[in-house]
């Protein structure tokens, strides 16, 4: 059973590598694949180059079992649309390994604005990492769609390819990619908020740095 975390990041950190490993070991999952976005849909452009954010994923994974950088993304022209991402995965892995997205709570709320979203769980299941005290998603639609898919134990993810969707409480940091640019652009160091490795990345790079005004 493979896993499945989409994203920009810009850069990457504990907010999102914790929780994966809330994920890792709460199902029985072989692996996470964390796989960085080439175009976003639904927000801004990242700021970080596309080789940039691997090397970024790839130096904080390094080391940890279960988690691996996939970069098909990135090899792939045009918006980095979900679906598209789980059925290449699909056609690698065969149609009866199972699969999990891995989302958050709020952008889960949002998955009637995805792409081919009612899809997406014709091809993957889909666990939605949430903090102990969270409210499910309140959206009519939604809901229904949610209804006939819930399993309640996450061994019931293993037994079929896709279809079925899992709430996974995880342990919530507050920290964001936008805080942590915004720290380096002001000078300040975001240690602690991401690996130490990453870290040394993006200041190698000189990435997120304030670029002073050309002059005329």
């Not at 810009?10 to 070991?25: E, K, N, S």
């Amino acid at each position: 059973m493979i896993g499945v975390f989409g994203g920009t990041f810009d850069p990457i950190h504990f907010g999102h590598l914790r929780p994966a490993l809330d994920v890792l070991q709460g199902l029985p999952l072989q692996e996470i694949r964390f796989v960085p976005l080439r175009t976003a849909v639904h927000r801004s452009q990242p700021v970080a180059t596309a080789v940039q954010r691997l090397a970024m994923v790839q130096a904080a994974v390094e080391g940890q079992k279960g988690f691996v950088a996939d970069e098909r993304e990135l090899d792939r022209d045009g918006c980095s649309y979900t679906y598209d991402t789980l059925v290449s995965l699909r056609e690698e892995l065969g149609p009866e390994r199972p699969i999990c997205l891995l989302t958050g709570l709020d952008a889960f709320g949002e998955l009637p604005t995805w792409y081919r979203w009612e899809e997406i769980a014709e091809v993957a299941h889909l666990v939605v990492m949430r903090r102990p005290d969270a409210n499910e998603p309140r959206d009519p639609e939604l809901r229904r769609w949610m209804e006939p898919r819930m399993a309640i134990e996450p061994q019931a993810l293993a037994h079929a390819p896709g279809g079925q969707i899992y709430l996974q409480d995880v342990t919530q940091l507050g920290i964001s990619a936008t805080a942590i640019r915004s720290q380096i652009a002001l000078g300040l160091s975001p240690r602690f908020l991401l690996p130490e490795n990453v870290l040394t990345l993006i200041e190698r790079e000189g990435l997120y740095r304030r670029q002073a005004p050309t002059s005329k």
